[in-house]
């Protein structure tokens, strides 16, 4: 565990999602798959607090988030979460539209990196999660759908109108917020939505291999990488510029930047320590 973690306790139990973590990956599993993994109040709270955490466990290198059964995460639950949301009055649905974008901030700033594994439907919020994921690995059967103007909502729910532009450009961002129109995984793919996609008895072994890949890298340098991608997004050329000479001036001075060197003139593969 972090030294910098006090007399707060890493939670050992969660309650709304299966969490593991094993050789430096840890995986959520949304388990609830007969309703298609969906996320209630209690699971965004949990997943909030978990990404608080992960940082300060100490035993973690790598986040996967995969859904259970037939589908990643159909989205937030329709009478768990919409059902509910119909009695609250001003006060209360902020204080939910906020837990859910905490959800996604937090996401992009852990760092540590996130793989989302999509089988199936990701769709409304589960969605935003797989967009907000570092890494995107696709199974033939996934299908992308930010289906929030469907029920009558705003298209940019939990961030989705900022991430996704970045990500698919501003056209095809808006026909998919906008219309709200499910894509299989072919079209994401084409859209630069996906990272890797495969046949669908070959997901686990591409996550695992990814997973397996970042958790073995220079996992400092990774944390700077998605620092500064999150960073600039909204920062200056100059700004973006003077940033990264800082970070690539630290990280000269590190365990790792040494072993590289070592490695190299040893002809051998360098021994990450992340430090």
């Not at 974008?101 to 769709?123: N, T």
């Not at 919020?125 to 705003?154: E, I, M």
């Not at 340098?221 to 998605?226: I, L, M, V, W």
């Not at 700004?239 to 001075?253: F, P």
């Amino acid at each position: 565990m972090s030294r910098y973690r006090a007399s707060v306790p890493i939670t050992d139990d969660w309650q709304h999602f299966r969490f593991e973590v094993a050789d430096g990956v840890a995986t959520v599993t949304l388990n609830r798959p007969e309703k298609l993994n969906p996320l209630t109040f209690e699971s965004y709270a949990d997943l909030r607090d978990l990404l608080h955490e992960l940082p300060y466990r100490g035993d973690t290198q790598v986040l996967v988030i995969r859904g259970e059964g037939k589908g990643f995460c159909g989205g937030g639950d329709v009478n768990e979460i919409i059902g509910e949301l119909l009695k609250m009055d001003a006060h209360d649905l902020m204080g939910f539209t906020k837990m859910t974008g905490d959800v996604i901030k937090a996401m992009r700033e852990v760092p540590i990196p996130v793989i989302s594994g999509i089988q199936g439907i990701a769709a409304g919020a589960g969605s935003v999660v797989a967009l907000a994921s570092d890494f995107r690995v696709c199974s033939r059967s996934a299908r992308f759908a930010f289906l929030f103007t469907k029920v009558g909502l705003s298209g940019g729910d939990m961030g989705a109108a900022y991430l996704l532009p970045r990500v698919v450009g501003a056209g095809r961002a808006t026909s998919l917020l906008m219309l709200g129109d499910t894509i299989d995984a072919e079209t994401a793919d084409r859209y630069g939505l996906v990272h890797e996609l495969v046949e669908d008895d070959e997901l686990d072994d591409a996550v695992r291999r990814l997973a397996r890949r970042l958790a073995d890298g220079p996992t400092l340098g990774y944390a700077q990488t998605k620092a500064l991608i999150t960073r600039e997004l909204d920062m200056s050329l100059g700004a973006s510029v003077e940033l990264d000479a800082m970070t690539q001036a630290l990280l000269m001075t590190t365990e790792d930047h040494a072993e590289f060197h070592a490695a190299f003139n040893e002809k051998r593969p360098p021994d990450w320590k992340g430090r």
